[in-house]
């Protein structure tokens, strides 16, 4: 069979089960956008190339495949550095499709050349420059699968422009062969039993899930491990929704803007099981003073984070889902005694932490933003999908938001990338079409995306956007007021569109509360839309986030109020 | 936690862009290289790269895991706290004013270097030899006169048993 590598291309696509990509054209890719179009695979196009891989992101944590991406050489490549930086941070399966200048013409400045795969190898799992159309369809396949597999990221493929219109003759390929790679699935049982020792003995004992349990799909077992062992559960930002936030045992989530019961059971516990998580600084705070009196069971599918940050008692490498699988078997023939004794006076120390510092906000006369991410929790029951942007908006929908499932909290961990929200809610709404699907955004952040509004109205997407505005670049503003004498140096955004306007330019639905009390009539409104919908809600401008550790103090050390 | 000299021997798929992943892995996270000689091994489409860092141990073993993390990495051996023969070579001009050429040429023997060019005022000559040998040398050719050296990293392999 003779066929281009578009053509090719498009073999392997169908092959792996590809059903939509975002994606900018450009000149480069058209012969791959030519032979896009007589596929059955829909292409979503962007307003910006960042979107495009947003939102292949959104679709991949939502959907729970792999997002793909197609953009052009030079700056439709570019364009893309961003997301796919965040995708890798947050460790997304993803594979990023860029156009190249034709191979005689690399290395030499040609028109909209740029070295792409030089500039992404940093923030990609792996990456590649096709040089020869024979080699395609191994490089898409091989992509597909280092994209998906171990700890997941994205991949990105550079196809110079011959590359894609040559012809070959074309054998279906074989099977991937890499001499290097095999992520390591099973755990070693004898780390296994060490860790069911260390859960036997513990008297003040915690789990701590990250994103690693959402991507393994091991939140029933993680779920099944807490209640087993009556083991109270806390998560990072990126796990939220591995464990019910309505389960007795919830601790809330941990870190810099974590409840007080969290932070404080990681200052007095003393075995932490942590399961899919890295440490990372927002969560640790000053390392050296981290859960001082706890032994750390740390299970996750990437050997680097164990022991990279906070050094582990038993390291366990192995696949979330599959280790606590195994962990929970274990468990099951060992005898736990009488939890309900045994786990009181723990258990009790950690409601009077709850009770004397719960989560809480005053509504008065002006709208309080934690009011309206309650009233969404309250309207959507706790069902809907929820992205973010990045700031205060974010830690808000983290902490009024109780998410009861995984892959229903969408938003940009590891790198914070304002303008992640809106695209991601569009892909999040691609793969699960029948999903409520709301941005909860800040006035900033979604000014930095807010092109991404005419891809949602052109395929008619109803995601719902929810402006918490302050009109402050607000997470700044508030290290500012607390660390910074008050000086709001840059973060003052007075002047900003009016949302209901913009959101009508558009052609989507446009609604606003000034109000508290019309923030749950907004809601409801524009909830219930069949359209694209804004709703912006003018809220407390110098309101903070609480509890808030100061960057690098240690992590029981909180900001009430 | 003290720092010490690490040798790692990195076998890898020998093509092009790999070094720059390895070499960006060490920008990228801080890691230091002391040394790094790359060539390819007897199977072509392998490439083995010897690396000298320094380092503690919590970081080497996270240097080792990372660099494993490379979907190009093969095999990554430390051979520091293993029996390995360790090779370095270095060509050094030195100056040869005519009182001291039986001087250099005595060093050249008892340290079984070789004398590669002679010039009308300058021997280059080829020392091979572990670290401590090279130092040796080159402490006592320095007070002749070293105009330039040319050195190669640490090139090293495990002893086979015996
Ligand atoms: C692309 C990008 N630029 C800058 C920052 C730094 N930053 C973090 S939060 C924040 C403020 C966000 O403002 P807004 O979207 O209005 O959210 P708020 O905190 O007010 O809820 C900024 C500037 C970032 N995270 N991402
Ligand atoms: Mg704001």
Redesign the pocket.
């Given at each position: 069979m003779k066929l281009t590598g578009a053509q090719i291309l498009m073999e392997i696509l169908k092959e792996e089960g590809v059903d939509t990509i975002f994606g900018f054209p450009g000149g480069v890719v058209i012969d791959i956008y030519d032979e896009l179009a007589k596929t059955d695979i829909k292409h979503i196009l962007v307003r910006h190339e960042q979107g495009a891989v947003h939102a292949a992101d959104g679709y991949a944590r939502a959907g729970s495949k792999v997002g793909v991406c197609l953009v052009t050489s030079g700056p439709g490549a570019t364009n893309t550095v961003t997301g796919i930086a965040c995708a890798y941070m947050d460790s997304i399966p993803m594979v990023i499709f860029t156009g190249q200048v034709p191979t005689q013409l690399i290395g030499n400045d040609a028109f909209q050349e740029v070295d792409i795969v030089g500039i992404t190898r940093p923030c990609t799992k792996h990456n590649y420059l096709v040089k020869r159309t024979e080699d395609l369809a191994g490089i898409v396949k091989e992509a597909f699968f280092i994209a998906a597999s171990g700890r997941p990221g994205p991949v990105l493929i550079d196809i110079p422009k011959d590359v894609s219109s040559t012809k070959i003759t074309y054998k279906p390929s074989k099977k991937i062969e890499l001499k290097s790679y095999s992520p390591t699935y099973n755990p070693n049982m004898k780390q296994l039993h060490k860790a069911v020792k260390l859960i036997k003995d513990a008297k003040k004992p915690i789990i701590f899930a990250g994103g690693g349990v959402v991507l393994s799909g091991g939140s029933k077992e993680l779920t099944e491990l807490a209640h087993k062992t009556r083991i109270p559960v806390t998560c990072s930002l990126m796990g939220l929704g591995v464990f019910p936030g309505t389960d007795p045992l919830w601790l809330g989530m941990v870190g810099m803007h974590g409840t007080y019961r969290a932070n404080m059971c990681t200052g007095d516990c003393d075995l932490i099981v942590a399961v899919g998580v890295r440490f990372d600084d927002r969560v640790t705070g000053k390392t050296g003073t981290f859960a001082p009196n706890a032994k750390i069971v740390h299970i996750d599918i990437d050997p680097t984070s164990i022991s990279k940050n906070i050094p582990a008692t038993v390291p366990v490498v192995g696949d979330c889902k599959i280790t606590l699988g195994h962990l929970n078997e274990l468990l099951d023939e060992e005898s736990l005694g009488d939890l309900n004794t045994k786990r009181k006076k723990w258990l009790d120390q950690i409601d009077l932490w709850k009770s004397t510092n719960p989560l809480a906000y005053k509504q008065k006369d002006i709208i309080k933003p934690q009011y309206v991410v309650e009233k969404l929790y309250e309207l959507t029951k706790g069902e809907a999908i929820i992205t973010t942007?990045?700031?205060?908006?974010q830690m808000w929908a983290a902490q009024y938001y109780h998410f009861t499932k995984p892959n229903h909290f969408i938003t940009s961990g590891g790198l914070?990338?304002?303008?992640f929200g809106l695209p991601a809610a569009i892909g999040a709404q691609l793969a699960c079409p029948d999903k409520l699907v709301v941005d909860i955004?800040?006035?900033?952040?979604?000014q930095?995306n807010i092109q991404e509004m005419a891809t949602a109205k052109q395929y008619g997407l109803p995601v719902k956007i929810v402006i918490?505005n302050?009109r402050?670049?607000?997470?700044?503003r508030q290290w500012q007021e607390l660390f910074y004498g008050k000086r709001y140096s840059g973060t003052n955004?007075e002047h900003a569109p009016d949302f209901v306007k913009l959101a009508e330019a558009y052609g989507a639905v446009g609604l606003r509360a000034v109000k508290p009390e019309e923030v749950e009539s907004v809601l409801k409104k524009g909830l219930s839309s069949p359209e694209t919908v804004i709703m912006e809600f003018v809220i407390e401008r110098e309101e903070c986030v609480y509890p808030m550790v100061p960057a690098g103090a240690p992590i029981t050390e909180m900001l009430l109020a | 936690m003290a720092e010490q000299k690490y040798i790692l021997s990195i076998l890898v798929d020998n093509q092009p862009g790999v070094l720059s992943r390895i070499v960006g892995l060490f920008g990228g996270r801080g890691y230091n290289i002391e040394s790094l000689s790359v060539a390819a091994t007897i199977d072509p489409l392998v490439a083995r790269i010897t690396l000298v860092t320094m380092a503690n141990k919590p970081v080497v073993e996270q240097i080792i895991k990372q660099l494993h993390k490379l979907i190009n990495v093969i095999k990554v051996y430390e051979l520091t706290e293993a029996s390995y023969v360790q090779r370095e070579m270095a060509l050094v001009k030195v100056q040869a004013k005519p009182e001291h050429r039986a001087e250099i040429l005595r060093i050249v023997d008892i340290f079984r270097c070789k004398v590669v060019d002679v010039g009308q005022e300058h021997y280059t000559l080829e020392i091979t030899g572990d670290e401590d040998k090279m130092t040796a040398v080159l402490n006592l050719l320095k007070p002749i006169g070293i105009k330039e050296i040319a050195k190669t990293g640490i090139i090293a392999l495990f002893r086979e048993s015996k």
């Amino acid at each position: 069979m003779k066929l281009t590598g578009a053509q090719i291309l498009m073999e392997i696509l169908k092959e792996e089960g590809v059903d939509t990509i975002f994606g900018f054209p450009g000149g480069v890719v058209i012969d791959i956008y030519d032979e896009l179009a007589k596929t059955d695979i829909k292409h979503i196009l962007v307003r910006h190339e960042q979107g495009a891989v947003h939102a292949a992101d959104g679709y991949a944590r939502a959907g729970s495949k792999v997002g793909v991406c197609l953009v052009t050489s030079g700056p439709g490549a570019t364009n893309t550095v961003t997301g796919i930086a965040c995708a890798y941070m947050d460790s997304i399966p993803m594979v990023i499709f860029t156009g190249q200048v034709p191979t005689q013409l690399i290395g030499n400045d040609a028109f909209q050349e740029v070295d792409i795969v030089g500039i992404t190898r940093p923030c990609t799992k792996h990456n590649y420059l096709v040089k020869r159309t024979e080699d395609l369809a191994g490089i898409v396949k091989e992509a597909f699968f280092i994209a998906a597999s171990g700890r997941p990221g994205p991949v990105l493929i550079d196809i110079p422009k011959d590359v894609s219109s040559t012809k070959i003759t074309y054998k279906p390929s074989k099977k991937i062969e890499l001499k290097s790679y095999s992520p390591t699935y099973n755990p070693n049982m004898k780390q296994l039993h060490k860790a069911v020792k260390l859960i036997k003995d513990a008297k003040k004992p915690i789990i701590f899930a990250g994103g690693g349990v959402v991507l393994s799909g091991g939140s029933k077992e993680l779920t099944e491990l807490a209640h087993k062992t009556r083991i109270p559960v806390t998560c990072s930002l990126m796990g939220l929704g591995v464990f019910p936030g309505t389960d007795p045992l919830w601790l809330g989530m941990v870190g810099m803007h974590g409840t007080y019961r969290a932070n404080m059971c990681t200052g007095d516990c003393d075995l932490i099981v942590a399961v899919g998580v890295r440490f990372d600084d927002r969560v640790t705070g000053k390392t050296g003073t981290f859960a001082p009196n706890a032994k750390i069971v740390h299970i996750d599918i990437d050997p680097t984070s164990i022991s990279k940050n906070i050094p582990a008692t038993v390291p366990v490498v192995g696949d979330c889902k599959i280790t606590l699988g195994h962990l929970n078997e274990l468990l099951d023939e060992e005898s736990l005694g009488d939890l309900n004794t045994k786990r009181k006076k723990w258990l009790d120390q950690i409601d009077l932490w709850k009770s004397t510092n719960p989560l809480a906000y005053k509504q008065k006369d002006i709208i309080k933003p934690q009011y309206v991410v309650e009233k969404l929790y309250e309207l959507t029951k706790g069902e809907a999908i929820i992205t973010t942007e990045v700031g205060q908006n974010q830690m808000w929908a983290a902490q009024y938001y109780h998410f009861t499932k995984p892959n229903h909290f969408i938003t940009s961990g590891g790198l914070g990338v304002m303008g992640f929200g809106l695209p991601a809610a569009i892909g999040a709404q691609l793969a699960c079409p029948d999903k409520l699907v709301v941005d909860i955004a800040g006035d900033g952040s979604i000014q930095m995306n807010i092109q991404e509004m005419a891809t949602a109205k052109q395929y008619g997407l109803p995601v719902k956007i929810v402006i918490l505005n302050n009109r402050y670049l607000g997470m700044v503003r508030q290290w500012q007021e607390l660390f910074y004498g008050k000086r709001y140096s840059g973060t003052n955004m007075e002047h900003a569109p009016d949302f209901v306007k913009l959101a009508e330019a558009y052609g989507a639905v446009g609604l606003r509360a000034v109000k508290p009390e019309e923030v749950e009539s907004v809601l409801k409104k524009g909830l219930s839309s069949p359209e694209t919908v804004i709703m912006e809600f003018v809220i407390e401008r110098e309101e903070c986030v609480y509890p808030m550790v100061p960057a690098g103090a240690p992590i029981t050390e909180m900001l009430l109020a | 936690m003290a720092e010490q000299k690490y040798i790692l021997s990195i076998l890898v798929d020998n093509q092009p862009g790999v070094l720059s992943r390895i070499v960006g892995l060490f920008g990228g996270r801080g890691y230091n290289i002391e040394s790094l000689s790359v060539a390819a091994t007897i199977d072509p489409l392998v490439a083995r790269i010897t690396l000298v860092t320094m380092a503690n141990k919590p970081v080497v073993e996270q240097i080792i895991k990372q660099l494993h993390k490379l979907i190009n990495v093969i095999k990554v051996y430390e051979l520091t706290e293993a029996s390995y023969v360790q090779r370095e070579m270095a060509l050094v001009k030195v100056q040869a004013k005519p009182e001291h050429r039986a001087e250099i040429l005595r060093i050249v023997d008892i340290f079984r270097c070789k004398v590669v060019d002679v010039g009308q005022e300058h021997y280059t000559l080829e020392i091979t030899g572990d670290e401590d040998k090279m130092t040796a040398v080159l402490n006592l050719l320095k007070p002749i006169g070293i105009k330039e050296i040319a050195k190669t990293g640490i090139i090293a392999l495990f002893r086979e048993s015996k």
